[in-house]
């Protein structure tokens, strides 16, 4: 079984060790990857208010944890919640008990996950392929939209991606995939001596990814392993994962939630395990429809800006698997999560961008795997696709500064700071490419990895034109600071008119849910309203009490609706 994984790392061998880095190299590469890892996932968490859905959503729940301490049953807006397993609750409330209740405390568990996804990523890059890919995986996976978005999101996605990747991890070591690089027998004795341990470890991330996402976790992981136990014929190997270690600390690990939320809700397993997993796979009751292909578009973003790797390798690999019909058993297991994962979620009837995010890492390793063997003989293709890449970003930066206002519909501010990034994404593709195209080979000197800077700088910079791509703040922190110098009273307060996302997040920031307004059975009280034109519905016995105010420059204004006796005795108009 091994024997496939040795001949692949040997072709490394000559390149990874003999040509060791200098001292001045070791220093750079150390800055530069701390630096990377520093500003993609840890800079800047608190740019935005909470955004979306999700987020205001899930930090709530957290929230009432922590001043609960209710650490069992999921609670939003006093009623028991059960979209999504406690993990991220728990992390999240740990953060606030510890650093208070802020955007940065709520989105810190997923920028740890992410950083620990990387570094067991790149502890099994260095393993099966040499230290040079590792070094490419510790720079150009961060850099990635997918690894920066996420790590800056309060959701469950990032920690479900993690939990599974380290799972995956131990995985392969326990089926002897990841061989010992360092000549000393007694060092890989040392590895296949740790068989509990490692199991032990499975079983626990497996179970902590159950905790964070739910079933799907036993069937994203099940199924890789299960293909390519098909593939490689290695059924006693795949076997190995059912260790009584790993089950007994898989059941420890996640059945107690289970059961005492289960023994507390009643209705915990129907609502959770029949509504939000099944039906939500296979029904489009959650109005989450996109069409088959819907993945290959989100990979092609998600991979940015890094995409034209991603394509030549395809191609390539694609080709060079067909002709020779040999891969390692370690590639084929990382090739089989990944195509797994994004199949399963492919044929679901309800789509989102994070159901793959456990791909996306693994796919960019065996990106920078396959260029790394292919691109000596295929350098020229690589860099022309790499420039190719960087002309059409190039070309979108020259289009969005020219013509701002004509772009996608973007406001002036909004048309400049998408050409700055366009700019950012260029100027990474020209690096990256002018490298490639100079040393005929997917080369991991220092030069080459600067490629990132441009990123690195986009990253750093994003504050500042961020916020430049909505009109007014896009969460309803602004708009709870406007209420709070008004003094006006949450008890009283109504939206209407207000998305979802903006009003969870406002619901968030003011304690306290704000319902939708009822214009079939007004009643009195304050109304948020998008605009000055108020179409609201109101009874004869109800009017508009004193004119309404604009709250800053979040495009909200806010309307007293008071009765009609109210409304005469302050002198107000009335509504015509």
């Known amino acids: 079984m091994l024997n496939s994984a040795i001949v692949e790392i040997a072709q490394d061998a000559p390149t990874d060790f003999a040509q060791s880095l200098s001292p001045a190299a070791r220093i ?24 979306g859905p999700d987020e205001p959503r899930y930090a709530w729940i957290a929230r009432d944890m922590a001043e609960t301490g209710d650490w069992v049953t999921p609670r939003l807006y006093g009623k028991a919640w059960f979209e999504k397993p406690p993990l991220y609750y ?3 409330a740990l953060s606030f008990k510890l650093f208070g209740v802020s955007e940065v405390a ?4 997923s920028a740890i996950a992410a950083l620990f996804a990387t570094l067991a990523l790149a502890w ?3 393993r099966v392929y040499g230290p040079e890919i ?6 150009l996976l961060p850099t990635s939209v997918a690894m920066i978005g996420f790590s800056h999101a309060a959701s469950t996605d990032m920690l479900f991606s993690t939990t599974l990747i380290l799972a995956l991890v131990c995985a392969a070591i326990m089926l002897r995939l990841v061989p010992n690089r360092s000549a000393s027998s007694s060092s890989f004795a040392s590895l296949t001596s740790s068989t509990s341990l490692i199991s032990i470890l499975f079983g626990f991330f497996l179970g902590l990814a159950v905790l964070a996402k739910g079933p799907a976790a036993i069937v994203l992981l099940g199924g890789a392993v299960f293909f390519w136990a098909l593939f490689t014929k290695l059924w006693r190997d795949a076997f190995r994962l059912f260790h009584p270690a790993a089950l007994a600390a898989f059941f420890f690990t996640a059945l107690p939630w289970y059961m005492v939320c289960a023994r507390r809700n009643p209705d915990f397993f129907r609502v959770f395990i029949i509504e939000h997993n099944f039906r939500r796979y296979l029904t489009p009751e959650f109005q989450h429809i996109q069409p088959f292909w819907y993945y290959a578009v989100v990979l092609l973003v998600a991979l940015l800006p890094w995409t034209a790797l991603f394509l030549w390798s395809l191609i390539s690999g694609t080709l060079r698997l067909w002709r020779t019909r040999e891969i390692s058993d370690a590639t084929l297991l990382l090739l089989c999560w990944s195509a797994f994962c994004i ?10 961008p994070g159901y793959i995010l456990p791909a996306i890492p693994i796919i960019e390793l065996l990106v920078f795997r396959i260029c790394r063997i292919l691109a000596a003989g295929k350098s020229k293709s690589l860099s022309t696709t790499v420039f190719v890449t960087a002309l059409l970003f190039s070309a979108g930066y020259v289009l969005v500064m ?4 004509r772009m996608v519909g973007l406001n002036f501010p909004a048309g400049v700071a998408a050409g700055w990034i366009l700019a950012a994404l260029a100027t990474a593709n020209w690096l990256l490419g002018v490298r490639l195209w100079r040393s005929q080979k997917f080369s991991g000197d220092i030069w080459s990895a600067c490629a990132v800077l441009a990123i690195l700088a986009a990253a750093f910079a994003a504050p500042k034109f961020v916020p430049t791509f909505f009109i007014g703040d896009p969460s309803g922190k602004s708009i709870a600071e406007e209420l709070a110098k008004l003094r006006v009273p949450v008890t009283e307060l109504s939206a209407h008119r207000m998305n979802r996302g903006r009003r969870y997040s406002l619901s968030f920031y003011l304690h306290r849910e704000i319902p939708e307004w009822d214009s079939l059975q007004p009643s009195e009280g304050y109304v948020l309203e998008r605009g000055q034109i108020v179409s609201l519905v109101y009874s004869r016995q109800l009017i508009i009490n004193r004119e309404p105010r604009e709250l800053g420059n979040t495009g909200y204004f806010l309307y007293e609706i008071r009765s009609r006796s109210v409304g ?3 002198g107000s108009g009335e509504v015509k």
């Open 568 to 570: 005469a005795a302050t």
């Open 134 to 139: 590792a070094r490419w995986l510790l720079l």
């Open 28 to 51: 750079a590469y150390t800055i530069l990857i701390l630096a990377t890892l520093g500003i993609c996932y840890f800079s800047h968490l608190g740019a935005l208010g909470f955004v």
């Open 90 to 92: 728990w992390s999240a």
């Open 124 to 126: 099994l890059a260095w």
């Open 402 to 405: 020219v013509f701002p206002n």
């Open 106 to 109: 709520a989105r810190l568990p």
């Open 343 to 352: 199949l399963f979620f492919s044929i679901s009837k309800s789509k989102l």
